[in-house]
């Protein structure tokens, strides 16, 4: 998880007219979960915000899609978040985790075969 600097972090106010009723903090992101193509080298992760209530985070922000691609690219499907990686990054993560799931597999004893580079 990540804990926003100050600059980052999000207050909602929510009003009875013009009462304060209650206030929304969104003050740390967590990658849920991560999609990884093997194929055509895609990352597709999502990132939640939230905040952290007795040690246990609690989304209150619909979360972000991000979309890596293989030359290092990257974009939210919101356009708000955009960049580059070094695409070698890209390239030794998929390399490696392509090498560790065959071997995972071979490992399980239920087929035999050879690794293909």
Known sequence: MIKLDAAFITNVQ?????????TTVTDTLQV????????????????KRGTVTN???????????INVNPDGSFMSTD?????????????????SLKTSFDQF?????AVTGTEEI
């Open 14 to 22: 929510h009003t009875l007219g013009t009462t304060v009723v209650s």
């Open 32 to 47: 849920f979960s991560a999609t990884l193509n093997l194929s055509t080298s895609i990352i597709t992760a999502v990132v």
């Open 79 to 95: 356009g708000t978040w955009s960049g580059t990686m070094p695409a070698a990054s890209v390239t030794a993560l998929f390399t």
């Open 55 to 65: 040690s246990v985070f609690v989304e209150n922000m619909t979360p972000l899609i």
């Open 105 to 109: 597999i071979l490992a399980s004893g």
